[in-house]
């Protein structure tokens, strides 16, 4: 049995974004987030039936989340494997609709990490026996794959700041991006130090925000006055915590993520006319081109330079200025999947990727660890 | 070299407190396993035999880790020529001046929290 086309995406939403204010908490942008998706589908919040919530906030998410929003799920996923986890849980909610375990999915996070004033909730758990060294969690792993790309196949700074200066250009024709002045390869590259080679501008944002997204059924179409944005594919894949584990630093497993969800989907990268690639540094975006099949291992570099990747380029990518222009609420996941159905609905306004039928979302969490990948596509590509 | 009743960790703190830097070979499939662990991560068997590193390495990545008002430190991740990887920090030279590919040997340094298995450029 294939998932391929069985559940859909009816309602997409963001909460407040960027920086919203002292006093305002995490499940106050869910709630924020919640009624605007309940109203873009045009649902009751009493026809929610599976709730699907990660978070660095809350040891049990959902618990929070249903009992802010006075939700009483029968299905309830907190499956947390990082910034990834919305896209895993749209596989999830699929998975679970097609069981019979619940109808309505709702799917939702938010964070005031940036009005928390710097108080992250990193995550940062190292090994006993690598607590003594001091990387700087999460930037200095990325850095590490960032030095062994560079080392392998010639991946240059400049080639890195391509892929930020790209996300701007998108951020600039998106009125909710977070930093939309102009950004040169020269600007990233003089830019402060972080953990070399990545400075702060091949950081991603650190912003407050969080969204929803509302999955169900595809035979209810008709029941909804929005087109449905259907789950054509997922694929998940993990194989390391620490980057010490990562088998090879230049390739992540959104080999394998990438191609169960191609396989399920029934198409290849060919076929995709936007991809959200979780840019929470700019090398990821370089590796996840490469591992997803857009271009050839160690070819990334090469890929996204001559604003290739940026508006008017071969290929669209981050259209929304992504985790490094747009937003950055800590987990970014969810906030790929409400900009590749608006895409696909075609609401994207200045930004719209002219008659874009397939959207790939790809999803990262940990330091490189948890791999997810989602084909979405529209009515015209069932 | 491992009591049947010591913890993977306190076995590696041990040997490292006597200057030596411990792993777990398979006795099942032969793969170098690091960090210690109860079962091989490769075939799960549980026969792991603890052997010492010669200390002989090569950098497999780098990063130099910037602070607002101090030089930077360095952090690495070693592949140890006995087949296991672990992360550490080059000392000797400047933190931003450790390169992919540098052939380095493993030291022992003390430090508050216990001892800590650090590297230097090989000589020559």
């Known amino acids: 049995v294939s998932l391929r086309g069985r559940a859909a995406l009816f309602g997409v939403a963001e909460s407040d974004l960027g920086e919203v204010g002292p006093g305002s908490t995490p499940l106050d942008l869910i709630g924020q987030a919640t009624l605007r998706v309940l109203d873009d589908a045009g649902l009751e919040k009493g026809d929610v039936d599976g709730l699907f919530s990660a978070s660095a906030y809350y040891h049990m998410p959902t618990l929070s989340v249903g009992e802010y929003l006075g939700i009483r799920p029968r299905y309830s996923d907190a499956t947390n494997v990082g910034g990834s986890s919305f896209v895993a849980h749209l596989l999830h909610a699929a998975a679970a609709i097609h069981a019979g375990l619940c109808e309505v999915a709702l799917i939702t996070y938010g964070s005031t990490q940036r009005s928390d004033g710097g108080r992250l909730v990193s995550g940062s758990e190292p090994l006993p026996y690598e607590a003594p060294y001091r990387a700087r969690y999460p930037v200095s792993m990325y850095a590490l794959a960032a030095s062994r790309h560079m080392h392998e196949y010639g991946t240059t700074r400049e080639q890195l700041a391509e892929v930020a200066v790209a996300a701007r250009e998108w951020a600039k024709l998106n009125p909710r991006a977070f930093k939309r002045d102009d950004l040169s390869v020269e600007d990233v590259l003089a830019s402060r130090m972080v953990s070399s080679p990545l400075s702060v501008l091949d950081c991603c944002l650190v912003t407050d925000g969080g969204g929803a997204a509302i999955v169900t059924g595809a035979e209810r179409a008709q029941d909804f006055a929005k087109p449905p944005v259907y789950l054509l594919g997922a694929g998940e894949a993990h194989w390391h915590r620490n980057i010490s584990q990562m088998p090879d630093l230049t390739v992540t497993v959104a080999a394998d993520s990438g191609r169960r969800a191609f396989e399920m989907a029934g198409v290849g990268p060919e076929s995709v006319d936007v991809a959200m690639l979780y840019d929470a540094f700019t090398i990821n975006t370089v590796l996840f081109l490469e591992d997803l099949g857009f271009c050839g291992k160690g070819e990334g570099g090469r890929f996204v330079s001559g604003g290739r990747i940026a508006p008017g380029g071969d290929l669209a990518v981050n259209t929304s200025g992504g985790g490094l222009s747009y937003n950055h609420p800590g987990m970014y996941g969810l906030l790929l999947v409400v900009e590749a159905v608006r895409q696909l609905r075609g609401e994207c306004g200045e930004r719209q990727v002219p008659g874009a039928n397939v959207a790939l979302v790809h999803g990262n969490g940990g330091v490189l660890s948890s791999q997810v990948t989602a084909i979405l596509g529209s009515e015209g590509a069932l | ?124």
């Open chain 2, 1 to 124: 070299m491992a009591r049947a009743d010591e913890a993977p960790a306190a076995v590696y703190r041990r040997l490292l407190e006597s200057g030596t830097l411990g792993f777990q070979r398979c006795a099942g499939c032969g793969a170098a396993i690091f960090y210690p662990r109860v079962l091989c991560l490769v075939c799960g068997s549980t026969s792991l035999v603890w052997q010492t590193s010669a200390g002989r390495g090569t950098v497999y990545a780098t990063t130099a880790v910037h602070h607002r008002d101090a030089e930077p430190h360095n952090v690495v991740l070693v592949d140890l020529e006995e087949g296991f990887r672990m992360m550490s920090r080059v000392e000797g030279v400047p933190a931003r001046e450790v390169r992919v590919g540098m052939r380095v040997s493993f030291e022992t340094r003390r430090e508050d929290a216990g001892p800590v298995a650090v590297f230097v450029p090989e000589e020559g």
